[in-house]
Structures are given as structure tokens and as C-alpha cells.
T-cell receptor, first 112, second 116 residues
Framework: DQQVKQNSPSLSVQEGRISILNCDYT??????FLWYKKYPAEGPTFLIS?????DKNEDGRFTVFLNKSAKHLSLHIVPSQPGDSAVYFC???????????FGQGTRLTINP | DSGVTQTPKHLITATGQRVTLRCSPR?????VYWYQQSLDQGLQFLIQ???????AKGNILERFSAQQFPDLHSELNLSSLELGDSALYFC???????????????FGPGTRLTVL
């Protein structure tokens, strides 16, 4: 049972435009969500997180939006830069849980 | 650089063999997590240790085991290896145990295991 889903395996965006990566989850117990970025031959790098008591969290060019009723979160990158080309994973957990549940990842390509 | 180190970076071995993967967490982190990423798959949680004690188990096979030592480094032991065990194995660490803001998990660069 895939509790966290990233339905777009890939996304291509022009440099300077907005990149929007989407993630859906099924477990209503999740109350803590994260986004990780992964370059080839490296481990995932933590980007940004959000608690279920908020619906938005910003950090520089990165904003995460959470829609609890739809069980949906998204990551917005504005403006997109070539260095943002990577695989992006969303992950979910809940207070007291030990593990993160990851989506399958979305490969983002920023075109010059 | 996340501060989490993993060795070796690559490991090639044969079916039926046993290997040990090593992880050193970030300075000050007490929790260590192990994840497996098979080809084109998301990361699957295997097991977590906190300050030397096992805290949580995920989809870890009985052929796999782990431990965390007093200096907080951790080892993942994989035995009776099969072709399907070929994957990337990541270690992550966090300050304390459990999912919460401020306790994000930071990942090492991974060990790529190839079973021939």
C-alpha cells in the first residue's frame, strides 16, 4: 500500500519559471511532512518541512503548501535555477513515529 | 555535506555472501535510521536505533540485522545475499527519536550494493 504518492515521475521547467511538485498521501495520521532533494550518487538532502498545524511554510525560493482536507502537499520553487535539477522526494511521518514514509520521487529538469 | 558518513561507497559481492555496511551519524545525533532504495523505488525504512537500542522496525528481512555501538556508529549486516538485495542503502541520523519539527533526518551518501 503506497501511503505517499508522487504521481509525476518527471517534470521539465524553464529556468526562471515556477516549478510545482505534487504529493498525495492516504494516511490521515500523518502530521509532519518533508521534502528532500537528491542528486545522483548522493544521499537525499533535507529541503523543507511542514507540520499539519500550518498550511504553508517558506524558506527562500522554496514554499511548501499543505491541504489536509485533500491530503495533498506541494513544493513550489521560484524562480527555478539549473542547480535545482534533481530528484525530489516527499516524505511523511507522525508525532512519535520513528520512520519516514517516502514517495517514489519526481525528477525535475530545469532547462536553460 | 550532511555530516553523516557511510562506508564503503560501493560493494560488489556474490550471492550467499555476508556484508557489513557502516554508518557514523552527525555529531550529537543519537538516532540512526537505515533505508533501502531499490531501482526506481522510493526509500523503504528498514530499522532505527536510538542511543544503542532498537526503536523501530520496518520491512527488514530476517537475513538482515543491525546494531548501534556505544560510540553511536551503526552497522547493517546483510547475510545470505540474493540478487534482489542489490540496492542503495542509506543511513540517516537525527538528534532524538521520532518525527517532529526540528528533528529532521539527515542522510549519508549511501552504499551501493551489487550482488552478482
Amino acid at each position: 500500500d503506497q501511503q505517499v504518492k508522487q504521481n509525476s515521475p518527471s517534470l521539465s521547467v524553464q529556468e526562471g519559471r515556477i516549478s510545482i511538485l505534487n504529493c498525495d498521501y492516504t494516511n490521515s495520521m500523518f502530521d509532519y511532512f518533508l521534502w528532500y532533494k537528491k542528486y545522483p550518487a548522493e544521499g537525499p538532502t533535507f529541503l523543507i518541512s511542514i507540520s499539519s498545524i500550518k498550511d504553508k511554510n517558506e524558506d527562500g525560493r522554496f514554499t511548501v503548501f499543505l491541504n489536509k482536507s485533500a491530503k495533498h502537499l506541494s513544493l513550489h520553487i521560484v524562480p527555478s535555477q539549473p542547480g535545482d535539477s534533481a530528484v525530489y522526494f516527499c516524505a511523511a511521518s507522525f508525532q512519535g513515529a520513528q520512520k519516514l514514509v517516502f514517495g517514489q520521487g519526481t525528477r525535475l529538469t530545469i532547462n536553460p | 555535506d550532511s555530516g553523516v558518513t557511510q562506508t564503503p561507497k560501493h560493494l560488489i559481492t556474490a550471492t550467499g555472501q555476508r556484508v557489513t555496511l557502516r554508518c557514523s551519524p552527525r555529531s550529537g545525533d543519537l538516532s540512526v535510521y537505515w533505508y533501502q532504495q531499490s531501482l526506481d523505488q522510493g526509500l523503504q525504512f528498514l530499522i532505527q536505533y536510538y542511543n544503542g537500542e532498537e526503536r523501530a522496525k520496518g520491512n527488514i528481512l530476517e537475513r538482515f540485522s543491525a546494531q548501534q555501538f556505544p560510540d553511536l556508529h551503526s552497522e547493517l549486516n546483510l547475510s545470505s545475499l540474493e540478487l534482489g538485495d542489490s540496492a542503495l542503502y542509506f543511513c540517516a541520523s537525527s538528534v532524538v527519536s521520532g518525527g517532529a519539527l526540528g528533528n529532521e533526518q539527515f542522510f549519508g551518501p549511501g552504499t551501493r550494493l551489487t550482488v552478482l
